[in-house]
């Protein structure tokens, strides 16, 4: 089955830096856009970034410039690289992949505290 595992969070000071990993099986992890989300205490789940099956990517403008996203797929990984972080970053974020039929897949989280 679809298992996506996210692992690095941590708590950090303001202007530092995380680097997040998501480790994926259960799939052709290669044929896949796979993505990073987060949600904040009391807000919505957000889109963060995205990498594509050739390695395009997207990102959210709030991140765009200090977040990058990157994969191995000899690895079956996808990672997020967050750089300058600041305590609005501050959330848990959560890998994931689109099933065929538009079935989500999540992970269970990874903690990610920005201290001002």
């Known amino acids: 089955q679809v298992q996506l595992v996210e692992s690095g969070g941590g708590l950090v000071q303001a202007g530092g830096s995380l680097t997040l990993s998501c480790a994926a099986s259960?799939?052709?992890?290669?044929?896949?856009?796979m993505r990073w989300y987060r949600q904040a205490p009391g807000k919505q789940r957000e889109f963060v970034a995205l990498?594509?099956?050739?390695?395009?990517?997207d990102y959210a403008a709030s991140v765009q410039g200090r977040f990058t996203i990157s994969r191995d797929n000899a690895k079956n990984r996808v990672y997020l690289q967050m750089n300058s972080l600041k305590p609005e970053d501050t959330a848990v974020y959560y890998c994931?992949?689109?099933?065929?039929?538009?079935?989500?897949?999540w992970g269970q989280g990874t903690q990610v505290t920005v201290s001002s």
């Open positions: 259960g799939f052709f992890f290669s044929l896949n856009t």
């Open positions: 990498i594509g099956s050739s390695k395009s990517t």
């Open positions: 994931n992949r689109v099933g065929p039929t538009g079935e989500a897949y």
